[in-house]
């Protein structure tokens, strides 16, 4: 098994969040790591979603990961087995979102120079999390199929903080009420800058997609 470090981080009261975000941006952007966070609700499928994007790239790109989890080391320790790639668990102290100064202070203790690719796995919500800049280059969200299609009228700010928004599950379309094209309507009135790329993290369907759409973003930092 590989081995994990797992780090633990409490909410700092005195945080600055857009202050201490920007600056994790321009040192990140400084050493040329392109970073992502990825959010969702519990279950839509980062964990294997990150799993299979990493082993597409993984041979031509450093990438170094980063979940949060509120007290295990589950994820983390499911994506470096998978991978092989360096995974840290970040423990938060019970809280629902990550902000920038929790992520400051994980990467004083997880060196990222000569990553190309930083990504992080936020914890299962689609409230808070939209709320808190992290210092990510590109903020991604997944919305699984069996979620449904309503999600984006539901939970706007999520929608609207996403560069990208992967429709996972795609492979279960047959079996729930999920309108694609009234989803990505939904998502572009809530951000009409937002990208929609239908995937499926089980079958491999559409990560390609991804990964260009990543390539093409990590030129522009
Ligand atoms: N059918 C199907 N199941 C998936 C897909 N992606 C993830 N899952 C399943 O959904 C469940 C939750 O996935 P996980 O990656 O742990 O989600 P997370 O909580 O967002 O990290 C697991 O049982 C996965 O096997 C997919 O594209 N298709
Ligand atoms: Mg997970
Ligand atoms: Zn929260």
Redesign the pocket.
Known sequence: MSEVKVIEINESVFADNDKTAEEIRVKLTDQKTFFMNVM?A????????LISLINRMKDKFKIGEMDVDIETSL?AQKVADATGVESIQIHNGGLCHIDADMVSRALQEYDTEGLDLLIL?NI?NLVCPAEFDTGAHKNIM?L?VPEGDDKPLKYPLMFSVSDLVII?????LDYFEFDVKLAEKRIKSLNPEAVVIP?????GEGIERVIEWILEERKNI
Do not use: Q
Not at 42 to 49: A, H, I, L, R, V
Not at 199 to 203: G, H, P
């Open positions: 969702s519990p279950g839509s499928g980062k964990t294997t979603f994820d796995e299962g997944l699984s996972n599950k795609i492979d279960t995937v499926s993290a089980k079958t």
